[in-house]
């Protein structure tokens, strides 16, 4: 994991370097250019929001039914399900966490069902583990997250893990390394901070002479 981690810290090294020379090397046309389309990008951004916004998301809603469920996937091009029963302690976990993701990524609904309200559905999905977490990308379903075996199979994972998670299914959009676990990649991280101030900090030889003679 150590050299795994290492090499992690390498590549984001070099890629920062890469587009470090990339950026000198622009000139005012090519900097003006890049600020046009930001700002393409930012009004199509503001739009996309409001329209998330007046379909439902930035919230984490209960859903009555099957009928509801597919209404929703209908409407939203990413959907994230919770299965739930409401006698069952770790279902409230899952509830915490997707309650602050659905304020985090407006541009995914994410919603909750009872399997009691859904035994079409839940028979269909093949769900047997409560609780479960449905990912549905255009309107077909992608992936599952079943119980907290992938979520460091303890009862304390964190929100940025279960985060990480939907996010290594295309679910959200996520600024972190989708190829490592939070934690690790933090370790990485510093893994690449240490790296650079070891050369930065790193003694030139004649430093080292013995001028006391």
Request: overall charge negative.
């Amino acid at each position: 994991m150590d050299q795994l981690l290492q090499q992690v810290a390498t590549n984001m090294e070099k890629q920062l370097d890469s587009e470090l020379e990339r950026l000198e090397t622009l000139d005012t046309s090519d900097l003006e250019a890049i600020r046009q389309r930001r700002i393409i990008e930012m009004k199509k951004r503001a739009k996309a929001k409001q329209e998330w916004l007046a379909n439902g998301h930035g919230e984490y809603t209960e859903i009555d039914g099957e009928k509801e469920f597919f209404a929703v996937c209908n409407k939203s091009e990413h959907v994230v399900c919770h299965f739930y029963k409401s006698d069952t302690p770790r279902c409230k976990i899952v509830d915490m966490h997707l309650k602050l993701l659905a304020k985090k990524h407006v541009e995914t609904k994410f919603v909750k069902l009872d399997v009691e309200r859904a035994p079409f559905l839940t028979g269909r999905l093949k769900i047997r583990v409560i609780p479960t977490i449905a990912l549905v990308k255009e309107n077909k379903t992608k992936d599952f997250i079943v119980g907290f075996t992938e979520l460091g199979n303890c009862d304390e994972f964190t929100t940025e893990m279960l985060e990480w998670r939907i996010a290594r299914s295309d679910m959200i959009e996520y600024s972190g390394d989708i190829s490592l676990p939070p934690a690790e990649a933090r370790k990485a991280r510093l893994l690449q901070v240490e790296s650079r101030r070891t050369i930065r900090g790193r003694p030139d030889s004649d430093s080292d002479l013995d001028l006391s003679d």
